[in-house]
């Protein structure tokens, strides 16, 4: 991924997967989808009538040990629109998720231990005001599978 211009390895691994014109972009990255697994589409289905929302792609993150990041950012690429919708859905080992206004330096940080099983929807304003992480551990962690549905509204050509 580029940061501020720099190239780095990803701190974690990952995979984007959805109906085949959901391409996305980030950090440098240019993804185009792997076709939907039997499972992950399950679990979409099953996700969509509790976020009251349909998606069309998600980033599957693995969080192989508590080195495995990722850092303060808002998914507010322009093919997620402007409010876009996230559903998180985490299997694993119990990470912490911190949560921080971009512009409010008054207001106190979130912190949330999601823990397996458990789904955390970003709706509205929240990636146009709010950044989120999933921070480092010093911890002995098991891993973490983070699964993020999205919907994306144009491949990357449109």
């Avoid at 976020?51 to 507010?76: E, K, T």
Wanted: net charge positive.
């Amino acid at each position: 991924i580029t940061i501020y211009g720099k190239t780095l390895p990803i701190p974690r691994l990952q995979v984007w997967m959805g109906d085949a014109d959901a391409n996305y972009q980030y950090s440098g990255l240019e993804l185009s989808p792997h076709p939907w697994n039997p499972t992950i589409r399950s679990i979409k289905q099953q996700l969509q009538p509790i976020c009251g929302h349909n998606f069309n792609s998600v980033l599957i993150n693995l969080y192989r040990n508590g080195q495995d990041s990722n850092g303060w950012h808002s998914d507010d690429e322009p093919e997620l629109g402007e409010n876009p919708i996230i559903a998180s859905f985490s299997l694993g080992a119990t990470r912490r998720f911190r949560l921080r206004h971009k512009y409010r330096k008054d207001l106190t940080p979130y912190t949330f231990d999601l823990m397996s099983g458990s789904l955390l929807v970003m709706a509205g304003s929240t990636q146009k005001y709010w950044q989120h992480c999933l921070t480092k551990t010093a911890k002995q962690v098991e891993p973490r599978i983070n699964l993020t549905f999205r919907k994306t509204l144009r491949g990357l050509d449109d």
